[in-house]
C-alpha cells in the first residue's frame, strides 16, 4: 500500500485537545479521518458528542471497540465506576485516571487502519506540558513508537503532535486561530463527568481545562 502524504488521521475522542487537532489536520492535509475508540470509558456519550462534532467538520468518521482494554487493569477511575477519581495527582504515582497503554493501544491501531487507508500522517492531541504526567503522551514515547510502527510495518508514517509542548491556554489560542474557538468551548467534552462545554467544574479535566482558558481569555484579543 503507498501511503498518500496529504491524508491524515486523527485519534479522535471528541475532547479539547483532539477537536483543535482535528481542526489543525484540516487546515494541513487534503484528506481527514477521524478515527475514535471506544475503550470501556465510563461515559459512552463522549463518542456521540465525536461524531457530531465530525459531521460539523465534514470529516468521515469511524469508531472502534476496544473495549477490552479495560477488562486488562483494574484500579482505573475512568473505566470502572466504583473507584473514586483521584482530584490531585499523587505525589509518589500516576493519578487512577491513567489507563494503562491507552496512546499505546489507540495508535497501533490506528495506524494498521491509516495503512489500509492509505493514509501516511496520524495525528494526536497528547501533550507533555501539562498536569497528569501520563508517560505514554511523551514527546519520547510518541518518537519511539513512531519509529516502532514503521519498523513493523515497513512503512513511513509521521505522528504529528500539534500540542505536545503547548499548555492549555495555549491550546485555546490555536483553536481560536484556527476559528473554532466557539465550537470546542461549546461543543467537546473534556470533562471526567462526562458534562458537555464547561463541565462538571469540579474534576481535574475541567479544573485544567477552566484555568487554561480564563488564561487565554487574559490575552485575548477582542
Ligand atoms: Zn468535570
Redesign the pocket.
Known amino acids: 500500500m503507498i501511503l498518500d502524504s496529504k491524508k491524515a488521521l486523527v485519534v479522535f475522542s471528541g475532547g479539547q485537545d483532539s477537536t483543535t487537532c482535528l481542526f489543525w489536520a484540516k487546515k494541513h492535509f487534503n484528506e481527514v479521518y477521524a478515527l475514535c475508540f471506544r475503550y470501556g470509558q465510563k461515559h459512552v456519550v463522549e463518542v456521540d458528542i465525536a461524531r457530531g462534532i465530525a459531521e460539523r467538520a465534514g470529516v468521515p468518521f469511524e469508531e472502534k471497540d476496544i473495549s477490552f482494554i479495560s477488562d486488562l487493569v483494574s484500579g482505573c477511575s475512568l473505566t470502572d465506576g466504583s473507584i473514586k477519581m483521584d482530584e490531585e495527582k499523587p505525589a509518589e504515582s500516576l493519578p487512577n485516571t491513567f489507563v494503562p497503554g491507552r496512546n499505546l493501544f489507540f495508535l497501533s491501531i490506528a495506524a494498521v487502519y491509516a495503512r489500509e487507508h492509505g493514509i501516511m500522517n496520524l495525528v494526536t492531541g497528547v501533550s507533555q506540558t501539562d498536569y497528569s504526567g501520563y508517560p505514554d503522551c511523551h514527546d519520547s514515547f510518541i518518537r519511539s513508537l513512531n519509529v516502532s510502527l514503521n519498523l513493523a510495518m515497513d512503512e513511513q508514517f509521521v505522528i504529528h503532535t500539534p500540542l505536545m509542548w503547548k499548555d492549555k491556554a495555549e491550546t485555546w489560542a490555536l483553536a481560536d486561530e484556527l476559528g473554532v474557538f466557539d465550537i470546542v468551548r461549546n461543543e467537546t467534552l473534556?470533562?471526567?463527568?462526562?458534562?458537555k462545554g464547561a463541565?462538571?467544574?469540579?474534576?481535574?479535566?475541567?479544573?485544567l481545562?477552566r484555568k487554561g482558558l480564563e488564561n487565554y481569555l487574559k490575552i485575548r484579543k477582542q
Open positions: 473534556t470533562c471526567y463527568n462526562g458534562i463541565g462538571c467544574g469540579n474534576c481535574p479535566a475541567c479544573k481545562r
